[in-house]
């Protein structure tokens, strides 16, 4: 699971300290960097230095590389970069987006300051503080969790693997897979069961989930038919998502689960 954390939060100590997670840094692939020792407070002194040369291919080429590193490890920590995560969204790539409270901009001061990042680095990151939190916050795409004060990204773990525990569902059409788990990820779930043609008559080994997220209940059908057709059909409040009633051989009993459950009614 991709994790995108802001600055600060302790994305280094995590990995050091979890077995199958990844620092997978973007400054070699956002800088033509120069030669440096192997400090970490050296590499923190080059983190907003003004005077680097961009990589003109940034950030195409480090969102290729995270895809290309995805599956090696359990935990593929990154920044929060906007640009990055918007290449992930439009790829269907789910993410896992971890940030500060607002309030939290003088101990994140403090952090930066003891870590050795220079003054250029706090006029961005304090500087820009609320337009970073603003952002953040506006991103709905998948889940998210809001540190407390004084919480670090190790500190909420285990929120992490009970997010990525929910996402873990067997969906083999890789087409749609990442939109999916965009839905699913930080959901509620309401009810899953595995449906035969014997007990609804239009599908085969269907799992169904009842899903909430948000204010709005949503529901995923996936499956195949006796000619081993695979089919898929997710629907959140009204707006269908994926696929189409006219998947089933009897699609009126995809709508009496959508009547029966109350999707996109008030009535939740």
Request: net charge negative; proline share 3%.
């Amino acid at each position: 699971m991709i994790i995108a954390g802001f600055s600060g939060i302790g994305k280094t100590f995590f990995c050091n300290h979890v077995e199958g997670a990844k620092d997978f840094v973007c400054m070699p692939y956002k800088y033509l960097l120069p030669e440096i020792g192997s400090g970490e407070i050296e590499h923190e002194k080059l983190k907003a230095d003004l005077s680097l040369e961009m990589n003109p291919e940034y950030p195409n080429n480090y969102i290729n590389a995270i895809l290309e590193n995805m599956d090696k490890y359990k935990y593929l920590v990154i920044p929060s970069d906007s640009r990055v995560l918007a290449g992930l969204k439009d790829k269907h790539v789910p993410y896992i987006l971890c940030f500060p409270e607002q309030k939290a901009k003088e101990e994140y001061r403090k952090r930066y300051l003891q870590r050795g990042n220079t003054e250029e680095f706090l006029d961005i990151f304090i500087g820009g503080w609320d337009y970073f939190m603003n952002s953040l916050r506006q991103d709905t795409y998948g889940a998210r969790i809001v540190l407390d004060k004084g919480e670090y990204l190790l500190d909420v773990k285990e929120k992490i693997d009970e997010i990525i525990q929910a996402s873990e569902l067997p969906i083999r059409d890789n087409k749609v897979t990442g939109a999916i788990n965009s839905y699913l990820i930080g959901s509620k779930i309401i009810d899953m069961f595995v449906l035969s043609k014997d007990s609804v008559g239009y599908c085969e080994g269907g799992l169904t989930i009842i899903f909430e997220k948000g204010n709005e209940r949503g529901i995923l059908v996936y499956g195949y038919y006796d000619l081993d057709e695979w089919i898929t059909y997710l629907q959140i409040g009204n707006k269908v998502i994926h696929g189409r009633l006219g998947y089933f051989e009897y699609p009126y009993m995809v709508d009496k689960l959508i009547q029966e459950y109350h999707i996109g009614s008030n009535e939740i």
